[in-house]
T-cell receptor, first 114, second 113 residues
């Protein structure tokens, strides 16, 4: 079984400041890792994913996350945030092999202030 | 390429009634999963269907059921609705080859009164 812990439920930051959203996971098997973003009254959008290979993965809008197997972490970072990044971010894990069930963390609400 | 389509977007039902939600996955995707999202419990997995077979099931009572058709479209049904079933129900589709790169629909907001 897998589980995900997102350590911060809310993160307020100022525009153009850097941000890190923390995610730790637990699993007895190898995993795939994901970050999803949800805007109000919307579904989830895939932000980035770690499947294999390079431990540093990047999205097209400036976010990056690093898979750290020894610390079982997959923290999300952005060097300079924009007002439009205000949203809720979910970290998710799936065990490799068979089912494509995703286990989600509780989410981190990122608020970018001017 | 069309995304995942969920219908209806909003639904209001009375306690004790039943409801059916629909999900049309991305063309070519054979796996459809359903999730319930509430403020208290967050995102919880309901079930996954692949090639018309339930491949995995979450920890929900039997009132929650689903099915998948030969064209990969899926429906979920909730019978004997309770107030606590009020939630955003999200459908996700993926290829089904074991890598869960899932794409989500906009969701159906169910309110039980």
């Amino acid at each position: 079984a897998q589980s995900v812990t997102q350590l911060d439920s809310q993160v307020p930051v100022f525009e153009e400041a850097p941000v890190e959203l923390r995610c730790n996971y637990s699993s007895s098997v190898s995993v795939y890792l994901f970050w999803y973003v949800q805007y109000p009254n919307q579904g989830l959008q895939l932000l980035l994913k770690y499947l294999s290979g390079s431990t540093l993965v990047e999205s097209i809008n400036g976010f990056e996350a690093e898979f750290n197997k020894s610390q079982t972490s997959f923290h999300l970072r952005k060097p300079s945030v924009h007002i439009s990044d205000t949203a809720e971010y979910f970290c998710a894990v799936s065990g490799q092999g068979g089912s494509e069930k995703l286990v989600f963390g509780k989410g981190t609400k990122l608020t970018v202030n001017p | 390429k069309a995304g995942v389509t969920q219908t209806p977007r909003y639904l209001i039902k009375t306690r004790g009634q039943q409801v059916t939600l629909s999900c049309s996955p991305i063309s070519g995707h054979r796996s459809v999963s359903w999730y319930q999202q509430t403020p208290g419990q967050g995102l919880q997995f309901l079930f996954e269907y692949f090639s018309e077979t339930q491949r995995n099931k979450g920890n929900f009572p039997g009132r929650f059921s689903g099915r998948q058709f030969s064209n990969s479209r899926s429906e979920m049904n909730v019978s004997t609705l309770e107030l606590g079933d009020s939630a955003l129900y999200l459908c996700a589709s993926s290829f089904g080859g074991g890598v869960p790169e899932a794409f989500f629909g906009q969701g159906t907001r169910l309110t039980v009164v």
